[in-house]
């Protein structure tokens, strides 16, 4: 029997509205989100940050962020740490073309490439040593590289090679790691030396190279050096008005009976990503809300080396929420305490692949986002 555990965590509030089957975007094949840059933060990141907001939806405030998830979806945003190309292989010229740098060429992301001077924004000073992070959503032996724009370069056009540096400013191989895996704290660590001669907007830009697989991560972060340490601006700003369902009643998008309580239309908006690491990971969401209650789904992927014959995803509620039915999945509870196993057609998950259940629950007061974990057999 093949167990294997990780912790599926979200921070407060919606993030990214992951498709109702949740498919995580990639260049080719099922990903396995593992990381982006988070100091300084990489444009998904930020764009998350922003867009965080108490009701576990995911709507930017930022102008550029918002127009991002235009093009691709919130999705873009619940998969914050996975611009990556699973065959990549160490490429870049050629293989990942001008303009689409900042997707790393992932359709799934590339309202990211968009040519804008109102990204988040992080203020930094040139030739100071700073702290670099990050995310280490799952992870991975490899090296990191970071690269700054020529002087020449400018924002109102897509990114593309030759506006880079032509070496890495900065280049490190299997660093330490704080926090747990999978989380939205957890993050690699290393010190660095930023650019001398640079002033104004700039990006520097990411790569993550594997040296496990073909599978690379790449990240735009938009930065100004003006004597700056590290401030972020341009995220945030509280104009999200809440949805108000005028009629709830939703209809889960998955197979399953016909919710009995209110809801509203799903508008597949999903909550923080949670924590996952190498094995089994828990992806959980919000899908819809209303006053009292909502629709939620949560996905488990393998990230291990052998299938699974069933699974296991557990949490606790943490705000007085209880389930009123769930499809996908068979459900036993005990007080707050919540257990959700494989329905008899879901439990084979091959490696690096993914399934999901969905539920519909009453949320008396604040929806505070669980921890969830997973085991797979």
């Not at 990141?45 to 979806?73: H, Y």
């Not at 090296?143 to 370069?153: G, L, P, Q």
Request: aromatic share 10%.
């Amino acid at each position: 029997m093949h167990r294997s555990r990780t912790a599926a965590l979200f921070t407060a509030v919606a993030t990214l509205a992951a498709g109702a089957a949740i498919a995580l975007a990639t260049g080719s094949g099922p990903a396995a989100a593992h990381g982006a840059a988070m100091t300084p933060g990489a444009r998904t990141f930020l764009c998350w940050k922003d867009g965080l907001s108490a009701t576990g939806e995911i709507r930017p405030n930022n102008p550029a962020c918002s127009a991002a998830v235009a093009e691709n979806g919130a999705n873009s945003l619940y998969n914050w740490f996975s611009v990556l190309r699973s065959d990549a292989g160490g490429r870049t010229t050629g293989f990942i073309p001008d303009g689409k740098l900042c997707s790393g060429g992932n359709p799934g992301f590339s309202g990211y490439d968009q040519a804008r001077n109102d990204w988040p924004i992080t203020h930094l000073t040139a030739g100071r040593t700073m702290e670099f992070r990050y995310s280490n959503w799952a992870h991975h032996p490899g090296t990191f590289y970071f690269y700054v724009t020529k002087n020449t370069w400018s924002p109102t056009r897509p990114l593309a090679w030759s506006d880079l540096e032509e070496q890495p400013f900065l280049q490190v191989t299997n660093p330490p790691q704080r926090g747990a895996v999978g989380t939205n704290d957890g993050h690699y660590y290393f010190t660095g030396t930023l650019p001398a001669n640079k002033s104004g907007r700039h990006i520097i830009y990411s790569r993550w190279v594997r040296s496990d697989s073909q599978e690379n991560f790449f990240g735009c972060s938009d930065v100004t050096f003006d004597g700056g340490n590290g401030e972020v601006t341009g995220i945030g700003g509280g104009n999200n008005p809440s949805p108000t369902p005028t009629n709830p009643t939703p209809t889960p998008t998955n197979p399953t009976p016909t919710p009995t309580s209110p809801t509203p239309t799903p508008t597949t908006t999903p909550t923080t990503p949670p924590p996952g690491g190498s094995a089994c990971m828990a992806v959980y969401k919000v899908v819809s809300s209303w006053t009292g209650g909502f629709q939620g789904e949560v996905m488990i992927m393998n990230h291990s080396s052998r299938a699974y014959t069933g699974w296991t995803a557990n949490w606790t509620w943490p705000s007085g929420q209880s389930i009123n039915s769930v499809w996908n999945g068979t459900l036993s509870t005990s007080g707050a305490a919540v257990t959700v196993t494989n329905a008899a057609w879901n439990g084979n998950v091959a490696p690096e692949g993914t399934t999901t259940f969905g539920f519909t629950a009453n949320a008396p007061g604040a929806n505070t986002l669980p921890t969830v974990t997973c085991t797979g057999r």
